[in-house]
């Protein structure tokens, strides 16, 4: 029976094959390498030529120039060898000295591009801006004018500490906006909201109501609501009031025009792969099929797509290599570091509060036992200790009922160490998705921890020298997803604000690139096949203007992305 793959395919696969077999002619001896040109076994679509290649390979740190064909490096060396398998449908791309690291690879984010394009944004996505109170008002307002009574106007990328105002939004604020609709302003962290007078009264919420475990109803100083709502408590007000109404179309229309817009700004950042906390797969899959979607998705299920795949037996790494399934959604454990809710052992510098634990032990231990069992890689958002503490328990407990090897439990945030949880990390090849770009855009909540705790906050150094694969993990929307804004704070742990805290934790620029793309792409069980420049792999790289290990540190951030490629193909030129 005929072999029912294309000669296309076959030939991909044949190249990538024989490109590995001889890699060390390749990469030494030109006239091996002109003896395998002139067999016609290799006819690259692409070549890249003069540059300074970052591979991520410790046999070959730097290259070059290489070669794709089919979607994957073929060959990689000096540019005269790549040049001499130029055919004649193969594009040539000159770098011109110019930086080539692998695509970045963002472990965490929540990809709200439906958000980006039709909700009310009342802080700035992407970077550090300011803005006033009475801007957010005013915004609302323009939504709440063209909002029927009764229906809810949100206003969403709220940073608290970013205000010109230097204090909280009141119920007082938002009544300004509205007092017939409820009004949310949700903080880009997720955890906390602020809402108007109108929300707590159609939620029946009043300053004696007793707030659920794991939130809070925040009151000021007269003992009167403030507006500002906590955790599991933002559940009793959202469950009020009425939400807009689309149909499925319009619906359906949305959710494709967000992912296909989230995925040009990824691409416009460098980001070749990024792991989706859940969001509509189906839309995904559209805007695939459209030829819109310009990164790779691994995406984390929570919800019913959960319970489809532990019904349907579907494990993690079901899929292919545009679209597959990893681990599972963040299961919350604690708060946020960013709005300080996460679950500390000792109380917040001044205060008697230890932050939110989101449910108990035994509620922990009976998830990630069902999920473990049903070979699906566990992820646990645990930010304080107290939470990362709780959930290795719950894994280890796991792990000696269900005995499964290289099942790399991941840690969203991961957020604040000690030299146990460290251990045990360690001994469980944990995956830490850990915070990158905070370290420049959120200094000014650090002084809420105090440097004594931010020493072992985002413990990049602590957690690389014990062998642990830290990843990046942006939390977009809570923090800015740029991979370069991520790596210069990593490197200095200076904000933009000018200070520097727990320096002890910087890492290299070579550290916090590998961090950023072969971590990232052990974290999904795919550093076989990405998070490096090496033959065989796929072919995902970003061009940069200047070289991150020779600028100052602090200009990292500000480095232009000049070509994002995904697979062999452009998919963002600057």
Known sequence: MADPRSRREFMGLTVAGAAGAFAPSLLGASSALQGFAASAAIDPELVVVNAKVFTMERAQPV?????????????????????????????????????????FIDTHNHAGGTTLLYEVLVGNPFEVEFVTIASIVEKLRVRARETPPGT??????????????????????????????????????????????????????????????????????????SGRVTDRAMGMLNAAGKRPEFSDADRDKRERDGVAHISKQFARYGLTTVHHEGGDLAAMQDVRARGELRHRIN???????????????????????????????????DGSFSERTMALSTPYPGTTYKGNVTETQAELDAWVERVHRAGIQVNCHANGDVAIDMYLTAFERALAKVPRADARPKITHCTLVND?????????????????????????????????????????????????????????????????????????????????????QRISVDEAIRVNTLNGAYASHEEHSKGSIAVGKLADFVMLAEDPHTVKAETIKDIAIVRTVVGGTTMYEG
């Open 152 to 225: 809810w106007v949100s206003g969403y990328f709220h940073d608290d500490t970013k205000l010109t105002d230097k204090r909280l939004i009141t119920m007082q604020d938002l009544d300004q906006v509205s007092t017939e609709h409820p009004v949310v302003v949700r903080h880009r962290g997720g955890h906390t909201a602020f809402y108007n007078s109108k929300a707590f009264e159609l939620a029946k919420v009043t300053k004696d109501t007793l707030a659920p475990a794991g939130g809070t109803f925040d009151k000021n100083s007269a003992g009167e609501l």
């Open 63 to 103: 290259a070059q120039a290489f070669a794709v064909s089919a979607g994957r490096f073929v060959a990689i060396g000096t540019s005269a060898e790549m040049r001499s398998l130029v055919g004649k449908r193969t594009q040539i791309i000159d770098a011109k000295g110019m930086s080539i690291v692998p695509g």
């Open 420 to 504: 146990d949880l460290v251990r045990r990390m360690k001994a469980l090849d944990a995956i830490p998705a850990m915070f990158t770009t905070y370290a420049y855009y959120n200094t000014d909540k650090f002084p809420f921890y105090g440097e004594a705790m931010m020493q072992h906050c985002m413990a990049f150094r602590t957690l690389l020298d014990a062998g642990v694969h830290a990843t990046a993990g942006s939390d977009f929307s809570p923090g800015p997803f740029a991979p370069l804004m991520g790596i210069q704070g990593m490197v200095t742990r200076t904000g933009w604000d000018g200070t520097s805290w727990g320096v002890n």
């Open 299 to 333: 995406y984390e299920a929570s919800g019913r797509a959960l319970e489809a795949m532990i019904a349907n037996g579907i494990k993690s790494g079901f899929g292919d290599d545009w679209i597959r399934f990893g681990a599972t959604s963040e299961h919350t454990v």
